[in-house]
């Protein structure tokens, strides 16, 4: 048997305007693993690896060579199923987009190449609940956005903050809450963009919206954090944080210090499956409680990370909505119906892209 591993760049185009607080993107770069048996090339494995600029940890010059390096290994792997158990073992934890694309396209690959990386409920039609992402821009773009999700039956709705002028963010909040009432629940994410003597004074402000939580209020490494995750009226929930933590000791610290509500888990950037499995098991360890959420993925990504949410028992929405956001994505199975995501299989794959 001869194992081919290719990798294949693409670019995929958002159909807005996405803007952040760390800038605004008009595309998204992904490389994609493609694994097969040369004695039976129709048996595919697919994995999606999409660093994202300025955040992840793997975001550098000698990215590309890195994951030629590993398809050269994984050409010359006698046991594909040890090397999905351990793809850590030709991949550095440092590049856990590399890890992420590894580890699905190994597991498409020896489930018979049907896009099935764990054969749970959700492959078999269960929804997932997930929260509706509105992207920042003014008060009129926000509100159209919500006003949208509103209608497509969403009824937990995560806004990104911190791009816009403080005061303008409360005013939509608070006409968000005078036209739809506590019809939402309300997630922020402040991408880190709160300073820290004006982040407690900030965040009592926004209390009085009946906020859910929020998302990384301070820059990474803010020695105010385990303070401010004490103090806070709005549960805190951890997600840049996590970037930088890549052995199982340095993440039972960062969590018993700082004592989060919540972590929010992108297997893209946080270890991929064998990653997000450990902060999973420490965060409950600790009683800290977590979701899982998508980082821009085409949809093999979104796919592969729907599965593997799959693989627990959760009862808040997750952050997976992300698939209809690129004019061009590979067109999938993947359905957003009533607030949640489902694997629809009236459903086919579109792979001529790839």
């Given at each position: 048997?001869?194992?081919?591993?290719?990798?294949?760049?693409?670019?995929?185009?958002?159909?807005?305007?996405?803007?952040?607080?760390?800038?605004?993107?008009?595309?998204?770069?992904?490389?994609?693993?493609?694994?097969?048996?040369?004695?039976?090339?129709?048996?595919?494995?697919?994995?999606e690896?999409?660093?994202?600029?300025g955040?992840?940890?793997?975001?550098?010059?000698?990215?590309?060579?890195?994951?030629?390096?590993?398809?050269a290994?994984?050409?010359?792997?006698?046991?594909?199923?040890?090397?999905?158990?351990?793809?850590?073992?030709?991949?550095?934890?440092?590049?856990?987009?590399?890890?992420?694309?590894?580890?699905?396209?190994?597991?498409?690959?020896?489930?018979?190449?049907?896009r099935?990386?764990?054969?749970?409920?959700f492959?078999?039609?269960?929804?997932?609940?997930?929260?509706?992402?509105?992207?920042?821009?003014?008060?009129?773009?926000?509100?159209?956005?919500i006003?949208?999700k509103?209608?497509?039956?969403?009824?937990?709705?995560?806004?990104?903050?911190?791009?816009?002028?403080?005061?303008?963010?409360?005013?939509?909040?608070?006409?968000?809450?005078k036209?739809f009432?506590?019809?939402f629940?309300?997630?922020?994410?402040?991408?880190?963009?709160?300073?820290?003597?004006?982040?407690?004074?900030?965040?009592?402000?926004?209390?009085q919206?009946?906020?859910?939580?929020i998302?990384?209020?301070?820059?990474v490494?803010s020695?105010?954090?385990?303070?401010?995750?004490s103090?806070?009226?709005?549960?805190?929930?951890?997600?840049?944080e996590?970037?930088?933590?890549?052995?199982?000791?340095?993440?039972?610290?960062?969590?018993?210090?700082?004592?989060?509500?919540?972590?929010?888990?992108?297997?893209?950037l946080?270890?991929?499956?064998?990653?997000?499995?450990e902060?999973?098991?420490?965060?409950?360890?600790?009683?800290?409680?977590w979701w899982?959420?998508?980082?821009?993925?085409?949809?093999?990504?979104?796919?592969?990370?729907?599965?593997?949410?799959?693989?627990?028992?959760?009862?808040?929405?997750?952050?997976?909505?992300?698939?209809?956001?690129?004019?061009?994505?590979?067109?999938?199975?993947?359905?957003?119906?009533?607030?949640?995501?489902?694997?629809d299989?009236?459903?086919?794959?579109?792979?001529?892209?790839?």
């Amino acid at each position: 048997m001869a194992i081919v591993c290719t990798i294949r760049k693409r670019i995929f185009h958002f159909n807005f305007h996405a803007r952040t607080s760390r800038g605004a993107m008009d595309t998204k770069t992904s490389w994609f693993f493609t694994i097969w048996n040369d004695d039976n090339p129709e048996v595919m494995g697919y994995g999606e690896c999409g660093p994202l600029p300025g955040l992840s940890i793997d975001d550098v010059p000698e990215y590309e060579r890195i994951l030629h390096h590993v398809a050269a290994a994984v050409r010359v792997t006698e046991d594909l199923n040890a090397l999905a158990a351990n793809p850590d073992s030709i991949v550095p934890r440092s590049f856990p987009s590399i890890l992420f694309g590894l580890e699905t396209s190994l597991y498409d690959f020896l489930n018979g190449g049907r896009r099935v990386i764990f054969n749970n409920a959700f492959l078999k039609g269960d929804p997932i609940p997930i929260n509706g992402l509105i992207w920042m821009g003014d008060r009129d773009f926000m509100l159209h956005q919500i006003h949208e999700k509103a209608m497509q039956g969403f009824r937990c709705l995560k806004l990104k903050i911190g791009g816009i002028d403080f005061e303008e963010e409360c005013r939509i909040l608070e006409a968000m809450r005078k036209r739809f009432g506590d019809a939402f629940e309300i997630r922020l994410d402040a991408n880190g963009s709160f300073g820290d003597g004006v982040a407690l004074g900030r965040l009592k402000v926004l209390s009085q919206f009946n906020i859910h939580s929020i998302e990384q209020p301070l820059r990474v490494g803010s020695p105010l954090l385990p303070e401010l995750c004490s103090d806070s009226p709005i549960p805190i929930a951890l997600d840049e944080e996590l970037i930088h933590h890549m052995e199982l000791n340095e993440r039972r610290q960062l969590l018993e210090i700082s004592r989060p509500s919540y972590i929010i888990l992108k297997p893209s950037l946080h270890g991929g499956f064998q990653g997000c499995r450990e902060w999973i098991s420490q965060a409950e360890a600790l009683g800290i409680n977590w979701w899982m959420t998508s980082a821009l993925e085409s949809s093999i990504g979104l796919n592969a990370v729907c599965q593997f949410t799959g693989e627990f028992k959760t009862y808040l929405p997750q952050g997976l909505g992300t698939g209809a956001i690129y004019a061009d994505n590979i067109g999938s199975p993947l359905t957003v119906i009533n607030g949640s995501i489902l694997h629809d299989a009236t459903k086919t794959w579109d792979l001529s892209t790839l």
